[in-house]
């Protein structure tokens, strides 16, 4: 294939442009590395690029706290595990019913949960409803109200349309109870839909931030990101624990640990767009 | 006879009809149950909590209905006039940035020939979106800080004074902007991709016979190719621009208070901190309607303008 001058001009362009964006795009991530490798000594210094003496002391004070680091990360794992099993429990079997094409009383269904999407209660009345239900400071609020999300729906929904109705037919006639179908069939093929809306809202509840802060107020009970911000902006000491002072490096520790999880399953979601699982279920 | 076979037998005899096709199905709509509840409980509940709006609920100890004086109240009020502008501009200077640019980086990123090349960028650019603000915000503020932030070394070594950028009134807007395009731009470049990838090759090639360079195939054939995405896309953008919360939250300070304090931290002020129940209520209530507004007014001018539209 030939190229003509104009092309490879345009080529030159692209390509540079592109990678400066992706520099800009990494290097605040590498300032926040080499700050949270520098001794508390050397952040007076000034802007550095790589770590004079790099060090893990930052990371050895946070990861020896309990009530900076431990008891938070902790809740907040406890929080991501609960809170995707039950997202997925609920928004799987709904998608089911909703992929049956002509079941009866579906546009009704739809219709019903198509209202709340344009018209909802607001911060307030949420509130209110969390703390009628006897549910604050506890992660049930924090799991529970974001289980089902319109769009997780028809993800899952399309994907379970792809699956041939021959399959299910077939089954059928042999014999198969609709729960054999679903249990048996429908959900091993579903697998990569259902993985991939895990990873989703997995980070999706290792982030929550907002409805931690509004809900939980027992400090033992408080989510790794709310800890984080606090000690990213109140320079909070440590409390009951040491009379250490918060520096730029153990905030910087603390920030890419609220990273690490995402970082963890962030090949995994890499994966599923190249497969284009979600791309295609766009289409539908 | 097996069900599904009598099903077909009666169907004509429409209540027998459903009564056996609800019970044939019944698994079905069990499994819908515990869905529908959780929308009763969760999204519909929540609907019948706006009343409140029209109480002095917070406002004195017995609660009793007083019909629209909230409203007057926070539409006199020159502080809610403040924190609406605040949520309208930096609102608008985000979409003003940031969604011609998307739409550029995933024009750009498609032309990209190399896919080790554009595999490369693209894990890179898709990054930012999955992290927190919060750690988006610590991120940002060692950043620009005074002391030993990348920023100010660059300022300082062109002979400037060092800015303190996050408590600084002029800053704030921009950077809310930029570190707003930051995280979300990549990202959002997917679905433009996913959309240049389904264009229709067969007019590329016919385009190019007919002697177009590559500029005006994007002109003809690329950007029509993705219009309705971009309509849908800009109606979810636009009608989200009284919503912007999270990110606000997390940058703002008293010192920027002024510039920053948007509809949703307002209410989150009075409601929760002040415990202002049904004025906050009010103010919620009065969004969520002009977002409403935004939604069928934004989507019927596009399907005017351009024949697309979300419904």
């Keep these: ?284 | 006879m097996t069900i599904d076979k009598k099903l077909r037998q009666i169907k004509n005899e429409k209540l027998r009809y459903t009564m056996v096709y609800l019970y044939r199905w019944r698994f079905l709509y069990l499994l819908a149950v515990p869905a529908i509840v959780w929308y009763f409980i969760f999204k519909y509940l929540p609907i019948y909590g706006i009343k409140y709006a029209f109480t002095n609920y917070g406002k004195a100890p017995k609660i009793s209905y007083i019909g629209f004086k909230n409203f007057e109240r926070f539409l006199t009020l020159p502080d809610f006039t403040n924190v609406f502008m605040n949520t309208v501009k930096i609102s608008l200077y985000q979409i003003i940035f940031s969604f011609p640019s998307t739409i550029i980086l995933a024009l750009l990123l498609n032309e990209v020939e190399k896919k080790i090349f554009k595999r490369t960028v693209q894990t890179i650019l898709y990054l930012p979106h999955f992290l927190s603000w919060v750690v988006i915000a610590g991120i940002w503020f060692n950043l620009l800080s005074p002391s030993h932030g990348a920023v100010n070394a660059l300022i300082k070594v062109f002979g400037g004074e060092q800015i303190y950028f996050w408590i600084e009134k002029g800053w704030f807007r921009s950077l809310i902007v930029l570190s707003g395009m930051w995280k979300n731009m990549g990202y959002g470049t997917i679905i433009y991709l996913a959309a240049l990838s389904r264009a229709d090759t067969e007019l590329y090639d016919s385009s190019k016979v007919d002697g177009a360079n590559r500029l005006r195939q994007t002109w003809h054939v690329t950007l029509p190719a993705i219009k309705p995405i971009i309509v849908i896309t800009f109606i979810m953008s636009f009608s989200g621009i009284l919503s912007i919360f999270e990110q606000i939250f997390v940058f703002m300070n008293n010192m920027v208070k002024e510039v920053a304090e948007v509809i949703d931290t307002y209410t989150y002020q009075m409601g929760i901190k002040k415990m202002d129940v049904g004025f906050a209520t009010a103010v919620g209530l009065f969004k969520n309607v002009i977002s409403l507004f935004l939604v069928l007014i934004t989507n019927a001018l596009a399907k005017w303008v351009t024949e697309e539209s979300l419904f």
Aim: aromatic share 14%; charged share 10%; no cysteine.
């Design chain 1, 1 to 284: 294939m030939q190229q003509n001058v104009g092309r490879k001009t345009f080529n030159f362009f692209n390509y540079t442009f592109l990678a400066i964006y992706s520099i800009a795009i990494i290097f605040p991530f590498m300032n926040l590395l080499t700050i949270s490798l520098s001794h508390t000594a050397n952040l007076r210094q000034g802007f550095q690029l790589f770590p004079s003496n790099p060090t893990l002391h930052a990371y050895k004070t946070i990861f020896s706290s309990k009530h900076m680091l431990i008891q938070p990360f902790l809740n907040s794992m406890y929080v991501t595990a609960t809170g995707v099993v039950m997202a997925l429990f609920m928004q799987t079997l709904f998608a089911y019913v909703l992929a049956k094409k002509d079941l009866l009383g579906l546009n009704m269904i739809i219709i019903y949960i198509m209202i709340p999407w344009f018209f909802g209660g607001g911060m307030i009345p949420n509130y209110l409803l969390i703390k009628n239900l006897g549910l604050i400071n506890t992660y049930w609020a924090l799991t529970i109200p974001g289980a089902i999300s319109f769009g997780n729906l028809l993800l899952i929904r399309n994907f379970m349309r792809s699956i041939p109705d021959s399959l299910s037919e077939s089954a059928r006639l042999d014999g198969a109870k609709e729960y054999e179908i679903l249990l048996k069939i429908i959900i091993p093929l579903s697998v990569p839909i259902i993985a991939a809306i895990g990873l989703f809202e997995g980070v999706g509840y290792w982030n929550q931030y907002f409805n931690a802060v509004l809900y939980l107020y027992e400090p033992k009970k408080l989510t790794f990101q709310v800890v984080l911000r606090n000690i990213i902006v109140e320079s909070e000491t440590l409390g009951k624990e040491s009379q250490m002072e918060v520096t730029e490096n153990i905030k910087m520790a603390m920030t890419f640990v609220g990273m690490l999880p995402v970082l963890i399953a962030y090949p995994f979601v890499q994966k599923h767009f190249t497969k284009g699982i979600i791309v295609g279920s766009i289409k539908g």
